[in-house]
């Protein structure tokens, strides 16, 4: 590692180290080396270590110059030796390290390997009272053991055995584990108690009634030799089991015993379960339903399936689409609301979704290799967008929480949430949206209790869905870009920002239906300067760019004069100078055209992309572009009358309605005058002559009607002003009522609107940016 002082190091620092840490699952940065540490302390961790075989990295700060200095200010303290287990830094205490037990370091360090050491820490915390001895409860094989026994039922302490003479590993293993060399041996939680005299002074001293509150169970053993007869012919307790995974009802007391007794004797003969013989019982194991497990057992469950997998390293695939799985509700009527499914379910949900998401960290714990397993599990799983809101809102919301342990995942989860997303938007039909002359979308009431009898339209419905998973989406965006006392982190924002360019660039730029999903980048370019001008470089780029096909022109386009026009966290005084220099573009472009192939506009696509954005930006901003220093001059500058009436003829490809608004526009302020060109194309479209081709009215960035997550934008996002428009339409109504209009002012008789029915197009078009902006002011 090389290191130095300053930031640009540092942070060269911080990423070798953070990858060091990642790949090892225990570091210990000291002073010295293994074999010579220069402290005792140091030393006695070491031997630990050692001692119970964990594998272990070590690291001697004085190797780099500056290298104690940086972890330092990397780790939080200049204390040594920092041990960093699973990637995060241990900070108990370390005084008497040497002296501590197995059990001990296990529940303090958790990171010892699958073996022994494994199997020994399982059995010990099978039950919440564990009684290793010599022989069985009906046959004890010592004296000692007969007593222990004894004491135990006369204190009507329920409680497990293990007998050590069946396996000779565990029995010499434990007196390691534990340094307590004689048998029997008592543990309670986890924890040792003793042997027989110290079980008989907490007898005397009514301490084990108060250290064994458990339920009534009987041996695991049970279990096991069910296994073992059903393998050597005789099914009859085997069956049982399967009775008993298939049908118990936790609910009832009596049949939440038998369900724990199976799962915790199963969890002590998993490695039986990869016998193909036994291969029924294992799928009834991997199809358990956790609605109707407690927590406990959901976490014996757990345990099973992640064991299985150290017994037979072919199951992860099946135990992490099991977990994954769990990150969704199963099956919820459709006549069902959200608020009624969450006030019968949340709860039991909330659980199941931190157990799972609980196993899962676990599982890339012991696994960190099949991060893209996990990805690929969560890929597969996705719900159909057919399926019930919450069923969508949940997985989407639970993979999102899962980048808080798999943060090499955030920007492969982003993408696949926001690319699920834009199939839902797509497939949404814009037309249903539509309102009639009665009603309009930006009028419509979500009913917030979504109740049975006021149930949605399927589009709305798609809507509704769209509206939640964006609201917390962008919801999840805000908590992560912004610090608890408000103040933006940026940082991590520029994390975020970076990996969701990304995403628009593959999943969204390309799509032209879409008229949600792109607010995501809206509310992201509004939280810092430099983001909206990346943006925007990144559209003009595309635009004009030789190599990048003409629908992509066309979309980068469109996203590009929608996104100027309506963000109101740009300044206007940079709008007008996007506009001097778009426009200095298409005049050098008109320029450069010495044999102009109308024939073909496609062959023009850029010139005509760019000339419709600054129409748009135009229209829609004139009011505070004139209001500028000035900003008449500058709109001079622009030279829009020669732009309209040049031999490539704009306006005859941009869309209908824009071209209306914006020759309107311009004569009011008496910057061009369309009309008697807009009069010349009606004919020659009516005669044929010219290409049917058009650069249509998608304009993403237009009012969306999903009031949920429109309240993340809605004090950056600009509002069609309204009363400039309907100024512009009485004048032009008096202009027509007195004869007075100049002859380019009229069309051609067939295709003139009337004042009446201009008014009507600013109000009820299509044309995007001019969406129903009668009904804005209700956003």
Same mark, same amino acid.
């Given at each position: 590692?090389? &290191? ?115 199997? @020994? ?101 049970? &279990? ?77 469950? &757990?345990?099973?399936? @992640? ?83 919450? @069923? ?179 300044? @206007? ?70 732009? &309209? ?135």
């Amino acid at each position: 590692l090389h &290191v130095s002082c300053n930031s640009e190091m540092f942070s060269n620092f911080k990423k070798k180290i953070e990858k060091w840490i990642m790949g090892h699952r225990c570091v210990v940065f000291m002073k010295g080396s293994k074999e010579q540490p220069k402290d005792r302390c140091t030393g006695e961790m070491l031997h630990l270590l050692d001692k119970f075989c964990v594998n272990y990295s070590v690291c001697d700060v004085n190797m780099e110059e500056n290298f104690a200095k940086n972890l330092a200010l990397y780790s939080g303290t200049d204390k040594l030796p920092l041990i960093y287990i699973n990637g995060k830094l241990f900070d108990g205490d370390l005084t008497g390290i040497g002296r501590m037990s197995h059990s001990k370091f296990c529940s303090t360090f958790e990171p010892y390997d699958g073996g022994l050491n494994k199997r @020994i820490y399982d059995l010990i915390n099978a039950f919440p009272v564990m009684l290793f001895m010599k022989g069985t409860k009906t046959q004890p094989r010592c004296g000692f053991s007969k007593e222990m026994l004894e004491v135990l039922n006369q204190s009507n302490v329920d409680y497990a055995t293990y007998n050590i003479l069946d396996d000779n590993d565990v029995r010499e293993g434990l007196k390691i584990y534990s340094n307590w060399h004689t048998y029997p041996q008592l543990y309670v939680n986890g924890n040792l108690i003793g042997g027989l005299d110290v079980v008989k002074q907490m007898m005397e001293s009514n301490q084990l009634e108060k250290n064994a509150v458990v339920p009534q169970m009987t041996s695991v053993l049970d &279990v096991k030799s069910a296994l073992q007869e059903f393998l050597e012919g005789n099914s009859m307790n085997y069956c049982s089991i399967l009775s008993i995974l298939n049908e118990a009802q936790p609910e009832f007391i009596e049949q939440e015993k038998e369900l724990s007794r199976v799962l915790m004797g199963l969890k002590l003969c998993v490695s039986m379960l990869v016998n193909r013989s036994l291969q029924k019982l294992v799928s009834i194991i991997f199809n358990l339903d956790w609605m109707k497990l407690s927590r406990k057992l959901i976490r014996t469950h &757990v345990d099973i399936l @992640i064991q299985l997998t150290l017994a037979d390293v072919s199951c992860v695939d099946n135990v992490l689409m099991c977990f994954v799985k769990k990150l969704k509700p199963g099956t919820i009527s459709p006549t069902c609301t959200v608020e009624d499914d969450d006030n019968e379910n949340a709860i039991k949900r909330r659980i199941i979704y931190t157990e799972a998401h609980r196993a899962l960290k676990k599982l890339f714990e012991i696994y960190p290799v099949c991060v893209n397993r996990i990805f690929t599990s969560f890929v597969n799983a996705y719900p159909y967008h057919g399926q019930h809101t919450v @069923i969508l809102r949940d997985y989407a919301r639970n993979l999102l929480h899962s980048t808080q342990y798999l943060p090499h995942l955030e920007r492969n989860i982003l993408g696949l949430i926001i690319e699920e997303m834009t199939k839902n938007d797509v497939m949404h039909d814009m037309s249903n949206r539509s309102v009639s002359s009665a009603e309009g979308i930006f009028e419509m009431k979500l009913d917030k209790s979504e109740t049975a009898s006021n149930k949605q339209s399927g589009a709305h419905q798609l809507l509704n869905k769209l509206d939640i998973c964006l609201s917390d989406l962008l919801s999840f965006l805000q908590n992560e870009c912004f610090f608890p006392d408000g103040n933006l982190n940026e940082n991590r924002t520029d994390e975020l920002f970076e990996s969701l360019i990304s995403v628009f660039i593959r999943s969204v730029l390309p799509l032209r239906s879409s008229s949600v999903v792109q607010f995501i980048w809206f509310y992201m370019c509004s939280l810092r300067k430099k983001y909206y001008r990346q943006f925007v470089k990144l559209l003009w780029e595309c635009t004009v760019s030789a190599s990048v096909s003409s629908p992509l022109r066309l979309n980068a386009a469109s996203y590009l004069a929608s996104f100027i026009a309506r963000a109101n966290f740009i300044p @206007i005084e940079e709008i007008m100078k996007y506009l001097l220099s778009w426009t200095q573009w298409i005049q050098q472009y008109i320029c450069e055209q010495d044999d102009v192939n109308r024939s073909h506009p496609q062959l023009h696509c850029s010139f005509y992309c760019i000339c419709q954005a600054v129409f748009y930006i135009f229209s829609f901003r004139c009011r505070e572009l004139i209001n500028l220093t000035n900003g008449y001059d500058n709109l001079v500058r622009l030279n829009l009358h020669r732009i &309209v009436t040049c031999e490539l003829n704009p306006l005859q490809y941009c869309s209908n309605h824009l071209v209306r608004n914006f020759a309107n526009v311009s004569r009011n302020y008496q910057l061009a005058f369309c009309y008697v060109t807009l009069e010349r194309n009606d004919r020659l479209k009516q005669l044929r002559l010219v290409a049917e081709w058009n650069l249509g009215n998608f304009f993403p960035f237009d009012p969306q009607p999903l009031r949920r997550s429109f309240t993340f934008i809605e004090d950056v996002y600009k509002e069609y002003d309204q009363t400039l428009a309907e100024q512009w339409l009485t004048t032009e109504e008096e202009d027509c009522n007195s004869g007075d209009t100049v002859m380019d002012d009229f069309l051609d008789e067939a295709e003139h609107l009337s004042a009446a029915s201009l008014r009507n197009s600013f109000t009820y078009c299509s044309s995007p940016g001019f969406v129903r902006i009668g009904s804005e002011k209700n956003l």
